[in-house]
């Protein structure tokens, strides 16, 4: 399920990345790699608030629906 439908405050592993190319390297800069535990921390209007790698990171509802838990 893509990561827009988690909970907020559940932990979380990331199964794939979908998108073009780019829009994957960009989220794996971020620290989204498959296997990699993600916590959804909020969601407001058109962004998400994500806890990544000890960080918290803001990326539209749009980016958030191309990872999957």
Known sequence: M???LAQAGQINTVKRIG???EVRRF???LGFIEGSE???VSQNQG???VKVKE???AISKEM???IMI
């Open 19 to 21: 998108g073009k190319e």
């Open 2 to 4: 893509p990561l827009t």
């Open 38 to 40: 993600v916590m959804l």
């Open 27 to 29: 989220l794996n800069s």
């Open 47 to 49: 962004n998400v608030i």
């Open 64 to 66: 958030a629906r191309k």
């Open 55 to 57: 960080s918290r990171v």
